[in-house]
């Protein structure tokens, strides 16, 4: 458990174990693989991808939105959201995100950006740019 944003990260990638963690509230598989959870406390949606041959100990950690212990109910992109206490997570069969905000009653909705055309599956998209918006839906 960590408590700083100056110990908290994200590891290097291909070896999930240097990750920082604070508190995991909610997670969801998605058809790839990779692992979407929230860091209620560090106030942030992360995510956990296999590597290509689908090994999780090989493994990269990345943190999606939020910013590390810095809480908020702002909307925007990557870590320009500010999320407070992230808590529960749903994946939809389109590929958006959506978390809820334990102490706040507020869902929000997560997309994403892509360096190409976005497409409705989200299975093997190699082109991922980062959060493209993180919007209060109530």
Do not use: W
């Amino acid at each position: 458990t960590h408590t700083a944003s100056s110990d908290y990260t994200d590891g290097t990638p291909g070896q999930p174990l240097t990750a920082s963690f604070n508190t995991s509230e909610g997670a969801v598989l998605s058809p790839d693989g990779t692992i979407y959870f929230t860091d209620l406390k560090a106030f942030t949606v992360r995510s956990f991808s296999p590597d290509a041959d689908g090994d999780y100990s090989k493994g990269t950690i990345s943190t999606l939105c939020g910013a590390y212990f810095s809480s908020g109910v702002d909307d925007g992109t990557d870590n320009q959201a500010r999320l407070k206490y992230p808590g529960g997570i749903a994946l939809c069969d389109d590929g958006l995100l959506f978390i809820d905000g334990t102490s706040n009653g507020t869902v929000r909705k997560v997309t994403f950006a892509y360096d190409e055309q976005p497409c409705a599956d989200m299975v093997d998209r190699e082109d991922f740019a980062g959060v493209d918006d993180v919007q209060t839906i109530f």
